[in-house]
């Protein structure tokens, strides 16, 4: 488990790294280790640790990083296993469906498990880690 858990932290920071071109100015990440930002290699991608924060909290970030006027769009790390962000991440959703953010997935490392959001009380035990693990990844995606 010692491989697997926030185990895509450094493979999803180095691709980061390799995205110049990309419109993304700013990076968030949620429900993760904070990245090493010396992993960008020069890249300029401002990133931001959202760890801790619920998901209302997160988006609200979200949405002040976008309504600042500098960013075209910003990109969000975040575990698959995260099922509170499926609606704004299934694909056919325009901004207004999705409240003002849709996000796009744009690479997955799917050797991460985020034992982080763990709910055994709410979802039992074998629903948390079906989920948990059926769903491994750590995924960067672009919003707008």
């Known amino acids: 488990m010692g491989v697997y858990h926030q185990g895509g932290v450094i493979p ?21 280790y904070s990245p090493p930002v010396w992993l960008l290699d020069g890249n300029r991608l401002q990133v931001t640790d959202l760890m801790g924060l619920d998901v209302k909290q997160m988006f609200a970030r ?8 500098c960013h075209r769009s910003v990109g969000l790390v975040a575990p698959r296993s995260s099922t509170e962000l499926d609606y704004w991440t299934t694909g056919g959703k325009t901004a207004e469906e999705g409240g003002g953010l849709v996000f796009e997935q744009v690479w997955t490392y799917t050797a991460h498990v ?31």
């Open 12 to 32: 999803v920071q180095i691709w980061l790294g390799t995205q110049h071109n990309s419109s993304m100015s700013e990076v968030f990440w949620w429900r993760t």
């Open 62 to 69: 979200l949405d002040t990083g976008l309504q600042d006027g």
């Open 114 to 144: 985020g034992l982080d959001d763990l709910d055994f009380a709410g979802e039992g035990v074998w629903r948390t880690l079906e989920r948990v693990i059926g769903r491994r990844g750590l995924t960067p995606e672009l919003g707008d």
